[in-house]
Nanobody, 122 residues
């Protein structure tokens, strides 16, 4: 059973940067794609971006395009979310997840991490 563990969250000032990691453990890991989502208090879970495991192609939500970058290290079974030029509205719990397709719908992701809190102060 694959497990995902996010890390790297914390408190940062507006304009700052953070890098989140999502490490997969368990059996041999070779997903079709992995995504990052976030959820702020009282709001629905929001798609941030995804990366195709083979080839590394990426896709981002408009709200983070140009500021966030997703990458992966196949040898380490780890996906990263580099977040630059952070804004207070980026404050949320960030989750990584596994999917079998190129989709932004949370319902299409079938393994989720526990989440890591990112707080951006103004």
């Amino acid at each position: 059973q694959v497990q995902l563990v996010e890390s790297g969250g914390g408190l940062v000032q507006a304009g700052g940067s953070l890098r989140l990691s999502c490490a997969a453990s368990g059996r041999t890991f070779s997903p079709y794609a992995m995504g990052w989502f976030r959820q702020a208090p009282g709001k629905e879970r929001e798609f941030v971006g995804r990366i195709r495991w083979s080839g590394g192609s990426t896709y981002y939500a408009d709200s983070v395009k140009g500021r966030f970058t997703i990458s992966r290290d196949n040898a380490k079974n780890t996906v990263y979310l580099q977040m630059n030029s952070l804004k207070p509205e980026d404050t949320a719990v960030y989750y990584c997840a596994v999917t079998r397709g190129l989709t932004a719908s949370p319902s299409s992701y079938y393994i989720w991490g526990q989440g890591t809190q990112v707080t951006v102060s103004s």
